[in-house]
C-alpha cells in the first residue's frame, strides 16, 4: 500500500506520459545550449590565450582582469544580472541569450587560462629552436607551441567544460526551456513530482555519458610521470 | 553614463538595501561553512570507502560518485527540496540546499581525496604497516596527511566553486546574498543591489581566484 503510494507519487505513469513530450522538448534546448556554449566559450578561450601570448602589457591587464572577474562571480549572478539588470540600461537579451553568453564567458576565462598554462609548460627551447630555423612568431606559436600546449590541457580543459555545460540547468531560473525548467512547469501544473523525475533521468541520460568521457580523456591524455 | 550610474550603482538605493544585502551576505558566510565542512567529511568518507577491500564497496562508491557527478546541482537540489515534501518529511529550504549540496560536493571532494590518496606509494604504506602501525593509523597518520598535501590545489578549486555554487539557495526562497540582491531589487525598481551582490561576490573571492592561478601554473609547468 505505501509502495503503491510511492509510485504512484513520483513514477505517476499518467503525468509521466502526459508531460514525456515537453521534457524530451527540453532535451534538445539544453543539448542546443551547451554545445553552443561549448563552441564560443572554448574558441574565445583560445583567442584569449593566443592574444595573451603576445605579451602586450596593457591588453593582457585587461584580459587579467576579466577572467579574474568571471571565475569569482557564480555563474547564476551573471545570468540574473544579464537578465534582469542590463535591460534597466537598455541593454535587453533573451532568457536564452543571457544563459548562453553567461556561460561562454565563464567557460572561456577558465578555457583562457588553462590554454596559456599550458603555452608556458612548453619549453622555452622550443620557442627558440622553431624561431631560430626561420618561423616567424605567429608561425612558431600555432605551429609549434600550441599543438602541445593544447595536448596538456585536454585533461583539465574536458573536466571544465563537462562542469560549466551542467550550468545550462541554471536557464530554468530566467525560464529557458531546458529540461529543468519543463519539469519543474510539469510539477506546478501536475502537483505531483513524476515530471522531476523524468527530468532527472534525462539529465542522467545526457550526462553519465558526458562522465565517463571526461574519465576515459583522463587516462587517454594522463601526464606522463 | 549618467543612466548607467542611476540604475547600477545609485548610492541612494545602495543605502536602502544595504540592511537586506547584509542579511543576505552572513545567511550566504553560514551557508559555506555550513556545507563546504559536510563536504569535505563526506568526500574523505567517499574516498576511504573507494580504497576499502571489499569490491561491491567500491562499486556502490563509483555509482554513487558518477551518479551524483551527472546530476547538475541545481536538478539535485530542486528534486530535494520539491520532491521530500511528498515523502512526508519537509525538510525547510536550509536544509535542503545542505543534503543537497552534501550529495554533490561529496563526490567531487571524494574524487580529489581518492586521486591524493592514489598518488601515495604502496611502499609508505607497507613501511607504515612494519613498523606496527595498524591499518587506520597507516592511513591517518601516514596516508592522508601527504595525500591531501598531494591535492590542496584542487581542494581550493572545489571550494571555490562551492562558495559560488551557494547562490543557487536562492531558487528555492533561501534568503542568502543572491536571494536578498533580487528581493532588493523588486522593492526599489533599480539593479543597483544586484551590481552591489556581484560586488560582494567578487571581494570575497578574488584572493581565492588569485591564489588558484598561481597554484594552477606551477602545476602545469611541472609537467
Redesign the interface.
Known sequence: MQLER?AD??FNLQVMQQYLPKIVEGFFVTVQIALAVVLAGIAAGLALALVRAFRIRALNFFIILGV??L???????LI??FY???P???IRMSAWVATWLALSLVLAAFAE??FW??I??VPKGQWEAARSTGLSFVQTLTDVVLPQAVR??IPPLTNRTI?IT?????G??VAVGE??YQ??TA?SFSYN?SP??L??AA??IL??P???FGRWVETRFA??? | MD??IQ??FNLEILSQASPILLSGFWMTVKLTLVVVPLGLAGGLVVALASTSRSRLVRWLTVIYV??F???????LL??IA??LP??GFDPGAFVAVALSFLLNTSSYYGEIFRAGIESITRGQHEAARSTGLSGPQTMAYVVLPQAVKNVVPDLVSNT??VI?????A??VALPEL?FAA?QA?SLTY??TP??A??II??VC??P???L??RF??R???L?
Open positions: 510511492l507519487t513520483f579574474d572577474v571565475r569569482a562571480l557564480p555563474p547564476l549572478v540574473i544580472g534582469f539588470a542590463l534597466t540600461i537598455g587560462e588553462i598554462a599550458g608556458l609548460a596538456l590541457t562542469a551542467k550550468g545550462t540547468a541554471l530554468a531560473v529540461i529543468l519539469a519543474q510539477y513530482p522531476l523525475v527530468g532527472a539529465y542522467l550526462f553519465i558526458v562522465v565517463y601526464w606522463k610521470r | 543612466q548607467l540604475s547600477f558518477d551518479f557527478r551527472a546530476f547538475p546541482p541545481l536538478v530542486m528534486f520539491f520532491g511528498f515523502l571555490l566553486e559560488k555554487l551557494t547562490s543557487l536562492s531558487v543572491l533580487r531589487q533599480n539593479a544586484i551590481i551582490a556581484g561576490y567578487l573571492l578574488w581565492l581566484v588569485r588558484l592561478s594552477e601554473h602545476q602545469i609547468a609537467h
